[in-house]
């Protein structure tokens, strides 16, 4: 393989790509207005985690000298890149809640004030209500060159420039709108049939004379930045979770790496702002009137319409059987989340903690619900006098606090809790029931983490089996969890760092030596990021061989389609009510078809600086079971996008038939289970 001759996207472009097909579900006319409400929220919350985490990195990098993989001017194109194509996406953005949310909500005779001052039937309680609830908790402060004033992320404030009545000296003056005390949108009095809000911005625009007597106010306008809050944390140190608690505090003083301006601002006004506080051009973000629009999410809606979700599936298997040991002892259980009921995770380890032949229950945690009832049943069986060891991965970023608080409450339960591997997360997501006296053991095996509250939003696949090859090798994997070994041999399991990378290259060239005999070679891949340069070095080389790829990738792709490397490959993203999370790999091999069901994607943390891993499906009827459902996505023509060779995502549509998967699976699920498997 020549490597120079191939292309790739770059990730964080290619972020913003899936970013931007979120943006397009807020813009579809066909969902219910607060669906499209809550898009707009996803995307603009997705983009807050994106500036503090990524572009503060690239900053970092930059002011470092930090070039690793390209040069100094090739970082700074990258930033321009980025803030060029956010830019685009503002403005969309801008558009879509101005011509389209606004004027539907407005349909629904929900009205928000928006660029205008209340109306006469209103401006008695605006008033009212500014100066009981709002007034008391404002402290403006004067904007000066030289005087250093803090500005804190992802708050939200307003500047105000006006003119002393007397003297007509101007003044520019910061006012942090008091969200911790205050509602974002404000509930006034319903009108001639009409429910009226108002953001709390323009409820402290309109009193602004009163804030500032004496004073002629001649513009307001809103500001917010985003700061580095990615952490580096030496878990090497025996006192990790001390340093943990201690660097995620300074998150909210971290490195500027975004400063979002409202776009009405006068360019001289932007100026001093920006030479007082030290902003540079490459910092600058411009945004509109209305900023901090994921919290559109918390807007009221008093019609109650909203997207309806389906509600999970029993397993009338799993039911009927009444023992969810007995049950799998008969057979593997594949359980799908969320159209299943997340409650089956619960019972088994609820029956584990009560049943007398149950010895010990390991379970690995990634990212932990609050008030967890996961984290109940552990306490519970430990306090049952079972030996229970839980893996907390301390470094999940933005719940390392919750990790930590979770972790000491076992502990304290009488919980064993191993922390975070040096240099290492570990992202795989398993559990295993050991019992005494020669019983059955069970493992459960899951590409998304034991977490109850994202199971109702996050589409997953579990594995619960008692076959003892799958139990012994993720014993195997605690082990090494464990630092009891450390060179262990997985024959069944794909582990990153051990076998996962070999093995994935094996099965790829084995589809290409099909080709090469006159067979045909094909491969499905679902995952949510595709960007180690290894694997499409891999999938480019086996197109070129005649193997017919499918790629189903939810997020970053950096994979380029169209080209004559890569004629063969097709890439899917889908974005609809369910978050797809489950990672599938499909492998024809000659017809035997190959199938593991994994936690990790193919990016360069997951493969080589993760402990992740991948389990096979062994069973007939669970694997056509788990490749019909990958089908079925291949056939989505309502949400499903082909992105093209420059990033777009170009809609798969067919109105004579029409194909919404996560629908069609539902109804898969259901019909596959009132069949009676």
């Given at each position: ?143 000066q060159k030289g005087v250093k004033t803090f500005i804190r992320d992802r708050r939200l404030y307003l500047t ?452 992740e891993s991948a389990f096979p499906v062994l069973c007939p009827k669970i694997k056509k079971e788990v490749t ?50």
């Amino acid at each position: 393989m020549e490597e120079m001759k191939y292309k790739y996207f770059k990730r964080d472009v290619s972020w913003l790509s899936f970013n931007y097909r979120v943006l397009l579900e807020a813009d579809d006319p066909s969902l219910p207005v607060y669906e499209r409400i809550r898009f707009l929220s996803i995307y603009a919350s997705n983009l807050e985690e994106f500036y503090e985490v990524r572009v503060s990195e690239h900053r970092g990098d930059i002011m470092k000298k930090n070039y690793i993989d390209e040069s100094a001017e090739t970082s700074e194109e990258r930033l321009e890149n980025i803030t060029r194509e956010v830019n685009r996406q503002q403005r969309d953005f801008y558009r879509i809640f101005s011509e389209g949310i606004l004027p539907e909500l407005q349909r629904q005779q929900i009205f928000l004030y928006r660029d205008s001052e209340p109306e006469a039937f209103h401006r008695d309680f605006v008033r009212s209500f500014f100066n009981e609830e709002v007034f008391p908790f404002l402290s403006p402060v004067t904007i000066q060159k030289g005087v250093k004033t803090f500005i804190r992320d992802r708050r939200l404030y307003l500047t105000v420039n006006m003119r002393n009545r007397q003297t007509a000296e101007p003044y520019y003056v910061l006012i942090k709108i008091p969200f911790s005390k205050v509602p974002r949108f404000v509930s006034l009095p319903s009108h001639a049939g009409m429910y009226y809000y108002m953001f709390v911005d323009d409820i402290i625009r309109a009193n602004l004379p009163a804030v500032f007597p004496g004073y002629h106010v001649e513009g307001c306008y809103s500001i917010k930045i985003s700061r580095d809050s990615d952490i580096y944390i030496d878990d090497g140190k025996p006192e990790i979770v001390n340093e943990i608690r201690t660097k995620v505090g300074k998150r909210k003083i971290g490195a500027l790496s975004r400063f979002m301006y409202d776009r009405a601002m006068p360019e001289e006004m932007l100026a001093y702002i920006c030479g007082s506080f030290g902003i540079g051009a490459d910092d600058l973000i411009v945004g509109g009137r209305y900023m901090n629009l994921q919290d559109l999410i918390r807007l009221p809606n008093p019609a109650g319409v909203v997207q309806k979700t389906p509600p999970p599936m029993r397993v009338p298997y799993l039911d009927e059987t009444g023992s969810i040991f007995r049950a799998v002892m008969q057979r593997d259980v594949l359980l799908h989340f969320p159209y299943q009921s997340f409650d089956y995770l619960l019972r088994f380890l609820m029956e584990a903690s009560f049943d007398p032949e149950v010895e010990e229950i390991k379970i690995t945690q990634y990212r932990v619900a609050e008030n967890s009832a996961v984290i109940n049943s552990l306490v519970s069986a430990a306090r049952n006098g079972k030996k229970v060891t839980v893996f907390v991965e301390l470094k999940a970023r933005f719940d390392e606090e919750n990790n930590v608080s979770t972790a000491e409450r076992m502990e304290q339960a009488g919980i064993r809790i191993i922390y975070s591997i040096p240099g290492l997360k570990v992202h795989a997501k398993v559990a295993v029931i050991l019992r005494n006296g020669g019983h059955a053991d069970f493992a459960y095996l899951s590409t998304g983490n034991f977490n109850e509250k994202t199971a109702r939003i996050y589409s997953d696949m579990a594995l619960l089996t008692s076959r003892k090859d799958l139990i012994e090798e993720v014993n195997l994997l605690f082990s090494v969890l464990e630092r009891r070994t450390e060179n262990p041999v997985f024959k069944h399991l794909l582990v990153a760092r051990f076998n996962m990378t070999q093995e994935i290259m094996r099965m790829i060239a084995r589809e290409i030596a099909h080709v090469r005999q006159g067979g045909r070679g094909y491969i499905i891949l679902k995952m949510n990021g595709l960007h180690d340069k290894q694997m499409i070095d891999a999938l480019y080389h086996a197109s070129e061989n005649g193997v017919e790829i499918d790629l189903i990738v939810r997020g970053i792709c950096c994979l380029v389609p169209g080209q004559p490397y890569s004629k063969n490959i097709r890439i899917t993203r889908i974005v609809d009510m369910f978050l797809e999370h489950a990672r599938v790999w499909y492998f024809y091999n000659g017809g035997a078809e190959d199938l593991y069901l994994t936690s990790a994607d193919w990016l360069r943390r997951n493969l080589n600086r993760r402990i992740e891993s991948a389990f096979p499906v062994l069973c007939p009827k669970i694997k056509k079971e788990v490749t019909d459902i990958l089908k079925i996505q291949l056939q989505d023509n309502v949400k499903a996008c082909m992105l093209d060779e420059h990033l777009n995502n170009v809609f798969k549509r067919n109105s004579a038939h029409p194909v919404r998967a996560q629908q069609a699976i539902y109804d898969y699920i259901k019909a596959m289970d009132s069949s009676g498997f």
